[in-house]
């Protein structure tokens, strides 16, 4: 029998970095959920799927919920590089043997920043991965409303010649609308990737 994540999130806590009265608040998705996208409380493929004809096929652990943001607030937009070790044995578990290309940031905002936060999970982890997407600056996602992003233009591009392994999984850190997994699935498969799946902690 293949565990679910949640059997893999249960079964790994005393894993964690965090303490387990943080790592709780963290709520992780159970079924009934988007068989193609993971969205909660949907049976079967739900409605922007239908409409959108997505077939890549995603995965996600946990609920994007208040502990979530704050989280993140303080990880991406307050600079705290120490939680980046936050999900660790999580990751190790669920991208273990997989060939992962990160979701990279814009040179601006790395500059900003000091860190991409998404290879930041992934180096904490000990997960090697494929560095070969690049991003032009398109301004703060978080910003945006969905409709903003789901008309965006997309902003990845390639870095690397490298030959692509048949089977990749492009990993985030987030999932809003999936315009910026699916922009870049598009460039990574032209570059010859053919079985395609997308990743993120957070939906």
């Given at each position: 029998?293949v565990?679910?994540f949640?059997?893999?999130?249960f079964?790994r806590?005393?894993?964690?970095?965090l303490?387990n009265?943080?790592?709780?608040?963290?709520?992780v998705?159970?079924?009934?959920?988007?068989?193609t996208?993971?969205?909660?409380?949907?049976t079967?493929?739900?409605?922007?799927?239908?409409?959108?004809?997505h077939t890549?096929?995603?995965?996600?652990?946990?609920?994007?919920?208040e502990?979530?943001?704050?989280?993140f607030?303080r990880y991406?937009f307050?600079?705290?590089?120490?939680?980046r070790g936050?999900?660790d044995q999580?990751?190790r578990?669920?991208?273990?043997?997989?060939?992962?290309?990160?979701i990279?940031i814009?040179?601006?905002?790395?500059?900003?920043?000091?860190?991409?936060q998404?290879t930041?999970?992934?180096?904490?982890?000990?997960?090697?991965?494929?560095d070969?997407l690049?991003?032009?600056?398109?301004g703060?996602?978080?910003h945006?409303?969905?409709?903003?992003?789901?008309?965006?233009n997309?902003?990845f591009y390639l870095?690397?010649a490298?030959?692509?392994?048949d089977?990749?999984?492009?990993?985030?850190?987030?999932y809003t609308t999936?315009?910026?997994?699916?922009?870049?699935?598009?460039?990574?498969e032209?570059?010859?990737?053919?079985?395609?799946?997308?990743?993120?902690?957070?939906?």
């Amino acid at each position: 029998m293949v565990p679910t994540f949640s059997d893999i999130f249960f079964s790994r806590r005393s894993h964690q970095k965090l303490c387990n009265s943080c790592f709780a608040t963290f709520e992780v998705i159970a079924e009934p959920y988007c068989q193609t996208c993971y969205k909660p409380d949907i049976t079967g493929s739900c409605l922007d799927c239908q409409n959108q004809a997505h077939t890549t096929l995603h995965r996600a652990i946990f609920h994007y919920n208040e502990a979530a943001k704050t989280f993140f607030q303080r990880y991406k937009f307050q600079g705290d590089f120490r939680l980046r070790g936050a999900f660790d044995q999580v990751l190790r578990d669920a991208l273990k043997h997989a060939h992962i290309i990160p979701i990279p940031i814009s040179d601006k905002r790395l500059n900003i920043r000091g860190f991409n936060q998404v290879t930041g999970f992934l180096t904490s982890a000990e997960l090697t991965y494929l560095d070969v997407l690049g991003k032009q600056e398109t301004g703060h996602q978080s910003h945006k409303t969905r409709q903003e992003r789901l008309s965006s233009n997309n902003p990845f591009y390639l870095t690397s010649a490298l030959k692509l392994p048949d089977k990749v999984i492009i990993f985030d850190d987030i999932y809003t609308t999936g315009t910026t997994l699916q922009h870049a699935r598009e460039v990574i498969e032209k570059a010859g990737a053919t079985r395609i799946s997308t990743f993120s902690l957070f939906r």
